[in-house]
């Protein structure tokens, strides 16, 4: 494996895992910071991010945003499941 692979490995995980705190904020204070209209262009961005790697056969850029755009939805569920607050239990 080269280093460009490397490179885009490591910023895969690195763009993946930065969107893990802001579910778990959703999750424990509500998503009423964040607006549907800047969650639904992001989760564009990263669905154009991923037809953009299918078309290269780039694995790393494809299961980044995969797993970015699961990561995305979920957001999208938990703001519109958990109201400002909410707490989970």
């Known amino acids: 494996m080269g280093l460009v692979n490397y490179v885009g490995g490591a910023a895969a995980v690195c763009t993946t895992i930065a969107f ?3 579910i778990l904020k959703i999750r424990r204070q509500g998503g009423q910071d964040l607006s549907y209209p800047m969650l639904v262009l992001y989760l564009a961005g990263i669905l154009l991010w991923l037809v953009y790697g299918l078309l290269l056969h780039a694995a790393a850029v ?3 945003n995969v797993a970015t755009s699961l ?7 938990l703001k519109a499941t958990h109201p400002a607050g909410k707490r989970a239990e």
Do not use: S, Y
Not at 71 to 77: E, P, Q, R, W
């Open 62 to 64: 494809i299961w980044a």
């Open 20 to 22: 893990i705190p802001q």
């Open 71 to 77: 990561l995305v939805a979920a957001a999208l569920v």
